[in-house]
């Protein structure tokens, strides 16, 4: 086998042709190559069942935990899941080559923007192989190429999945590159990638944290990344009581293991005796432990003491650090700073509380009366999302097919030239 | 005095601050701080003059180039040209807090964008101390806070300029912080800034080439950057004779060391001998030096041959490569390889064939009949620019205000919890 840096270049490159050549795909064949690996996904299950089985059992006598082990699994719900998201995003608008913002200026120059793909993309992973489909689906629609390394874990899988894609791109006319599987889960094959600035543009991270700052830190590619999601709910003076018992419990309570549940409430000084108690035995019910700080634990003695490490904690687990604080100001200040610039929301009944919290809290996405567990693509409306944003420039919060595009200028002359 | 890396970051700090304490300034007061630097630069033209003629005096002395002296040079026209920037800041609208894409999705969520600065921008940059007026100008406006790190050979041009703009900002009861000098020129004062992506949110270089390259290899941090300007005008087939040679000569001639200058012609094949002796004899009278390909040499044989070389350079002079290609499709090809993403233009009557190279060449300006030298930020109607990207995620092309924004998502609620 040639080596690792070369075959990863190569497949780079091909990417990137591809990507060119896809300049010219029209929407019609981007959909029929989508609901044709629907398609393909559903008359094959079996194949696809059997290559999951194989790294199941692998990872089974590796060891592998059984949260992994059931992030790995291909159950006959994920693999129609996957389809109807291909069927999902066939049935999203193209945005490839909208125009806007045209402006015509004095010298008759109309000059405006097109939207187009960023080109080729990136994607390292982990564990689950239906994101191998959900990545090809959303680069493809986008009119982006992608290169994908999921982890060693899931290659067969991913290598089924991987098939049956391009014999869909090959069925509908488009190059088969466009979508690149890479055959080898070395570390260095990662490495390559994160080198190749010249041939891929953007590099999507999805998987634990360790994962995430690996590649943030080597990374000479751009990187579009989740980090962390310590989300916050804030009760504000002017709360209703009913929302904030609402709206708290489900920001902890409906998953706690994703990235848009709340890990630290902060409760206005002046509603902290009336809300506090039964919110902490609605949560005590569900067995979810509080961590309080001087003031929330005067009110409800019997938890535990948050220490300042709690502030910056992101749980994935039944656990809520718990802030009275003075003012809206001093919770904007916390939320700031041991935020992840995830998501966080107030609950209030005041407009102008409302509008400075909107505007003043950092933070990927913000929110008045609304459970942070809103926060994702798909009840954003977006179709489908590649992931969710905690970075600040290109795209924050969910990634839908608009954030892995940007926006070229086009100019319309008739023959101008500068003095 | 102590150490730098802790002066750095304590700067930045303050930075990120100071940041956070805008968020509340209204659009009034910050155009009220710009129009007043404008005036104290004014009031203080002397002392400026001073300070850089003690610049100028040092440069000369350790040699440095005459185009390096002249960027330095604060003349009486560099100067009035700053306060009319500032005033032409103060006059743009302030795109923080726009909101808009609002959707009314089924569970009566308001889900839509508002518009945000991005947080800390660091500039690093050279020679020019103008660049020193203009970032704060456009920084401020857009409600970010900025770390700017001149170059030691226009220190006290640089600190004469901030002290001023120290000045405005607390008549006008703004953190000083939010436009913040780094008083120390050493390489690794850079070094600190390029790691500190807790403080800093984005860095935008402005120099040549080495130093931009030096940045984007070492920075932890996102950078927004200008690489080269290899910008190509394509002669089509179906050219207006008269259109070709007006934008060919001025795209080339109309200043040389621009980065939207063109570098290289394209002239398709059926009207190279038609349109080549007419442009050549133009370039001659001017002194450019022409550099072809084998069939440009059977029209014009008293020129240079053109080396695979020449089709990657940025002559940023009285030099112009010419290549005679067979087709659109090669044109696009020759661009997408040895363009830069800056700049294209091609020159048609055919609506096909301008619709065919706007969609499918990957540069940040793509143009149909006009000169390439129209790239920039006041030709496009930004008002101002920071610079002109050639990245391809988040901003490219010229950046203007919008540029050092990005768009949060805004979550307006009634109560609703998610199931």
């Known amino acids: 086998m040639q080596n690792i840096h070369d075959y990863v270049r190569q497949t780079a490159a091909a990417a990137k042709q591809a990507f060119y050549d896809m300049g010219a795909a029209a929407t019609a064949q981007k959909n029929a ?15 696809i069942a059997a290559a999951n089985a194989q790294d199941m059992e692998q990872a089974a006598a590796k060891g592998l935990e059984p949260a992994l082990l059931d992030r790995l699994k291909l159950t006959e719900s994920v693999v129609e899941n996957m389809c109807e998201g291909l069927r999902q995003v066939a049935a999203l608008p193209d945005p490839v080559g909208e125009m806007d913002e045209f402006r015509l200026r004095p010298n008759g120059l109309q000059i405006g923007k097109m939207r187009v793909p960023l080109g080729v993309i990136g994607m390292i992973y982990e564990s689950r192989p239906n994101v191998t489909i959900d990545a090809a689906a959303l680069c493809l629609k986008s009119g982006n190429a992608c290169v994908l390394r999921g982890g060693s874990e899931a290659f ?53 944290k360790s994962l995430v700052e690996r590649i943030s830190a080597e990374a000479r590619v751009p990187v579009i990344k989740h980090l962390d999601g310590i989300c916050h709910v804030y009760i504000d003076r002017a709360a209703d009581a009913q929302k904030a018992l609402d709206i708290a419990f489900n920001a902890k309570t409906s998953r706690y293991g994703t990235c848009n549940t709340m890990e630290t409430l902060l409760v206005h000084e002046s509603r902290a005796a009336e809300i506090l108690p039964p919110l902490a ?37 039944p656990i809520l650090a718990v802030k009275v604080v003075e003012s809206l100001s001093e919770a904007i200040v916390h939320i700031n700073t041991h935020g992840s610039g995830h998501t966080d929301s ?74």
């Open 33 to 47: 190559a989508l609901l044709r690996m629907a398609e393909l996904i559903k008359q094959n299950s079996s194949a």
């Open 156 to 208: 067969h899988s991913n290598m089924a999945i991987a098939g049956l894609i391009t014999q869909a791109l090959r069925e509908n006319s488009l190059p088969a590159a466009a979508v690149s599987l890479i055959e080898n889960t070395s570390r260095e094959s990662v490495g390559v990638m994160l080198q190749s600035a010249d041939l891929i543009d953007v590099i999507i991270p999805r998987g634990g």
């Open 281 to 317: 035995a609605k949560y005590a019910a569900k067995g979810v432990e509080l961590r309080g700080c001087a003031r929330t634990r005067a009110i409800l003695p019997d938890i535990q003491t948050a220490s300042s490490k709690d502030w910056d904690t992101e749980y994935l687990a």
């Open 346 to 419: 107030i609950v209030t009944e005041s407009y102008t509380d409302a509008q400075t919290f909107l505007r003043t809290v950092d933070s990927a996405s913000v929110m008045v009366n609304a459970s942070t567990r809103f926060a994702d693509g798909f009840e954003y409306g977006l179709g489908a999302e590649i992931g969710i944003s905690t970075d600040k420039i290109h795209v924050r919060g969910p990634v839908g097919l608009h954030g892995l595009t940007s926006q070229k200028w086009v100019v319309l002359g008739n023959g101008q030239t500068r003095e």
